[in-house]
């Protein structure tokens, strides 16, 4: 079995264009499995508030731990990685902090597709993943993003003047960029790039 598991932003949920055509791509690429996570909390002002972001984020991944609890294949006696043939982490935003603390504390052997990471992630040292960033997103500090990825041997991409979710101010640039990202993104899976296990 190839499970793919999808752990998405606050506002970024899974039927928008990064995790919607990822999992597509999973699908494709023979993840037969997929485990698609949904979160929320009151909590806000987050941007640029890091107690009420760290607040956030704890309750996010108490919803998120619970959540895989309940799946059959996490709640198994004999652990999720003797079941799986592959295991990847689809995430975005503060997604890709929940899906690599998640990974950290049960020592999973999976791969990570980040889609605009926080640097709040890169404290739970995700492993054999691949991330994109905008350099619009004002959610992170572009430079400590790469530099973070650098140190974990993540292949980093780069996207001028995209936001938070990977889009500019003209739609068939985001269209060229969903494009790109998604290739790679296939890349990444079928061909393993930056795969260190």
Same mark, same amino acid.
């Given at each position: 079995m190839k499970l793919a598991v999808y752990f998405p932003g606050v506002g970024y949920h899974c039927d928008k264009p990064l995790l919607y055509y990822a999992r597509k791509i999973a699908a494709a690429c023979g993840f037969d499995q997929h485990i698609t996570l949904?979160?929320?909390?009151?909590?806000?002002?987050?941007l640029g508030n890091p107690a009420n972001m760290k607040a956030a984020f704890l309750e996010l991944y108490e919803q998120a731990e619970n959540a895989l609890a309940k799946t059959s294949v996490f709640s198994q006696q004999s652990g999720?990685?003797? $079941? $799986?043939?592959?295991i990847l982490f689809i995430s975005k935003s503060v997604g890709t902090a929940i899906a690599a603390r998640y990974a950290s504390e049960h020592s999973l052997p999976c791969r990570h597709i980040l889609y605009t990471p926080l640097a709040e992630?890169?404290?739970?040292?995700?492993?054999?993943?691949?991330?994109f960033t905008g350099t619009a997103d004002p959610w992170v500090n572009t430079a400590v993003i790469r530099q973070q990825c650098q140190?974990?041997?993540?292949?980093?991409?780069?996207?001028?003047?995209?936001?938070?979710?990977?889009?500019?101010?003209?739609?068939?640039?985001?269209?060229?960029?969903?494009?790109?990202?998604?290739?790679?993104?296939?890349?990444?899976?079928?061909?393993?790039?930056?795969?260190?296990?």
């Open positions: 949904s979160y929320t909390t009151q909590i806000r002002d987050l999720v990685a003797s $079941c $799986c043939d592959e992630t890169f404290a739970f040292h995700p492993r054999n993943g691949i991330a140190e974990h041997q993540i292949p980093f991409f780069l996207y001028e003047n995209a936001n938070h979710s990977l889009e500019t101010g003209d739609v068939f640039r985001n269209l060229d960029i969903i494009k790109e990202v998604m290739q790679k993104t296939e890349e990444f899976i079928r061909k393993g790039i930056g795969n260190h296990l």
